[in-house]
């Protein structure tokens, strides 16, 4: 068979039809022109319609610049063929509108848009025939996302930029922000090295924070900075986000009244400056302890919020109050009600809604008009059954400890903690007034000197004062802390001279010297270290020390020591302390429900009628 003449520049343009367009199909593939190839320096046009699934077997291409390409007349030969059944199958295909066509003359399968390259062409193809789009088939599968796209992070997490004084609050705040990132601007970096020295609590955290930063980059040296450092590498599985440096200026525009050179402003600018720059992306949010710095922000426009993280509690009106009101149907909604003695103590096991609201050495009571009363205690919680234990009556004279008898049903509750043994941990809170200090040191007086339980009190307190400080102070340890031991003073003259004045009450020949014998006094600030064994320890107004001062105070107690932490959250006197961060709250959340723990907020004040109305009004 003769073979057909080369094909011209006229003769290899495809026919009208083949570029018909059925209905559903893309519309800017439709109108695309068709790309060009050469064929010894006659443009052939090739065909735009899809692809077909199956590819056809590839032909060599003829190049000019490709010295191992095959001869002209064998590329000619090839082309005119393949035009010829290109001419036949769209011929063959006009009642068929669904059916693909192919060029064997370019039979590279294109799946998907990246295929369509500008290498995919011959070299000398015109500009814009590179260019041109390539449709994609039904069938051809997608381009898999990235798997971190800055649009999905948005939808998930926040950049949070630390303040300073966030960082020297709690050295650990850059992982309590979850799945969150974290974003330190360089003046951050400066102040925290400008606060590294000296022996203050501040200067501890900037210390520490430095650590855990290096510590951090050590566990990913091969990380680049810039696209962020994972913060769960050192061991903290809950943060699963990233901590970013700022390693290059940011550029941003702050009010000409912002002076430039400060530092809480250059943190404001760079704010601004991720906000631009992560528009869209990541919500950019600033947090701070100083709360002009917050004001500040809100006025540019920027999102500011307060580090929440240390707070145990957002109002302390929902603070452990250690005791339980029995409704007035308690009996009757009672399941399953078992009652014996032992011990010269009644118990109760039962069942019912009611037992999900109690807690292990939480304290109920039932009073109702013409039905007994019932103070007891929690003793024991399984599933939904609860044993329940009657207390002593420390209210009558002859169960008084060392001369003091409960003078309300709060007090008669913290009396049966710190005279059991079995607790190791005791909390009280209240007003002004209630009986704290006077009911601790009662309770410790009587078990340190009668029962022998413990060899001596040891009492402490914050050293935080009211007003002016009034400068060092002469003596030793305990001659120190003597001003701040007024309390102390005034309870112990109460207990000497008995409710009536006449220590005979007593019955016993201690003297105030034996007293002063058995009680310790000890500054806080050398507690570091210490162990105390057989120990009763009673830590005054706590409501001033933050968690971790707590939290070293605590775990100082050894084999057989009994805590007592008292404090009055209405009276902090610490600058950088609320309700919701102090150290008492925090150890009342953390000990309910303990076992050897128990809690009882002191509501009603037995000082005087003055002491209490004035805590009412004033």
């Known amino acids: ?150 649009k999905k992070r948005s939808t998930q997490s926040c950049l949070f930029v630390l303040d300073t004084n966030v960082l020297l609050h709690d050295p650990t705040s850059i992982f309590r922000f979850q799945e969150h ?197 929690v003793a024991e919680i399984r599933d939904t059954t609860v044993v329940l234990e009657t207390l002593r009556d420390y209210s009558s004279n002859k169960h008084s400890v060392w001369g003091v008898s409960a003078r309300n049903r709060e007090q008669n509750f913290a009396l049966n903690l710190l005279m059991d043994p079995d607790v190791d941990f005791v909390s009280l809170t209240g007003t002004a007034g209630t009986g704290k200090t006077l009911m601790a040191l009662a309770a410790g007086l009587s078990q340190v000197l009668d029962e022998r339980r413990y060899t001596e009190i040891i009492m402490t307190r914050a050293t935080v004062s009211v007003g002016e400080d009034i400068g060092f102070l002469p003596g030793t340890e305990e001659e120190k802390m003597g001003p701040w031991m007024g309390a102390l003073d005034d309870n112990l003259e109460f207990l000497a001279k008995g409710d009536g004045g006449n220590p005979g009450e007593w019955g016993r020949s201690a003297t105030n010297e034996l007293i002063r014998s058995r009680i310790k006094i000890k500054s806080m600030n050398f507690m570091r270290g210490r162990t105390f064994l057989n120990k009763y320890v009673i830590i005054d107004e706590a409501q001033n020390l933050t968690p971790k001062q707590m939290k070293t105070l605590i775990t100082r107690a050894g084999p057989g020591t009994k805590i007592i932490c008292m404090g009055n959250l209405a009276q902090i006197d610490t600058p950088y302390l609320t309700e919701g961060s102090s150290g008492l709250t925090f150890a009342v959340d953390r000990f309910k429900g303990w076992q050897h723990g128990g809690h009882i907020q002191l509501a009603r004040g037995e000082r005087s009628r003055l002491a209490d109305f004035a805590s009412e009004v004033l």
Do not use: C
């Open 181 to 377: 990132d974290i974003f330190l601007p360089m003046v951050v970096l400066e102040e925290l090295d400008a606060h590294k020295r000296g022996m203050t609590e501040v200067a501890r955290n900037g210390r520490q924070v430095s650590r855990t930063l290096d510590a951090l980059v050590d566990a990913q040296q091969e990380a680049d900075l810039a696209a962020g450092l994972r913060l769960d590498a050192s061991g903290h599985k809950g943060a699963t986000g990233h901590l970013f440096f700022q390693t290059v200026p940011l550029d941003y525009k702050l009010p000409s009244s912002l002076p430039q050179g400060k530092a809480d402003n250059q943190i404001l600018g760079v704010v601004q400056a991720l906000r631009e720059a992560k528009k869209n992306q990541q919500e950019v949010i600033l947090v701070s302890k100083d709360i002009n710095m917050r004001v500040k922000a809100r006025a540019l426009g920027l999102p500011a919020e307060d580090y929440r993280n240390d707070k145990t509690l957002d109002d302390g009106d929902l603070l452990y109050t250690g005791s339980l009101a029995l409704p007035a149907d308690f009996w009757r909604k009672a399941k399953n009600v078992e009652s014996w003695q032992e011990a010269g103590r009644s118990f109760y096991r039962l069942s019912g809604s009611i037992t999900n609201q109690m807690l292990v050495n939480q304290y109920v009571y039932f009073e109702a008009p013409g039905e007994t009363s019932l103070h007891a205690r």
């Open 1 to 150: 068979m003769p073979l057909p003449p080369a094909p011209t520049k006229r003769a290899a343009r495809v026919a009208k039809e083949a570029f018909d367009v059925p209905a559903g199909t893309n519309k800017r593939a439709a109108t695309a022109k068709p790309p060009v190839i050469e064929l010894d320096d006659e443009p052939v046009a090739m065909s735009s319609a899809p692809i077909a699934n199956t590819p056809a077997p590839k032909a060599p291409r003829s190049n000019k610049k490709t010295t191992a390409a095959p001869s002209a007349s064998a590329a000619t030969t090839a082309a005119a063929q393949s035009l010829a059944r290109q001419r036949a199958a769209v011929q063959a295909s006009t009642p068929q509108p669904k059916t693909t066509h192919h060029s064997s003359a370019a039979p590279t399968p294109v799946a998907t848009p990246a295929a369509a390259s500008p290498a995919a062409f011959a070299p000398s193809a015109p500009k814009h025939a590179r260019k041109a789009p390539v449709a994609t088939t039904a069938a051809a599968a997608p381009t898999p996302a990235p798997a971190r796209s800055g």
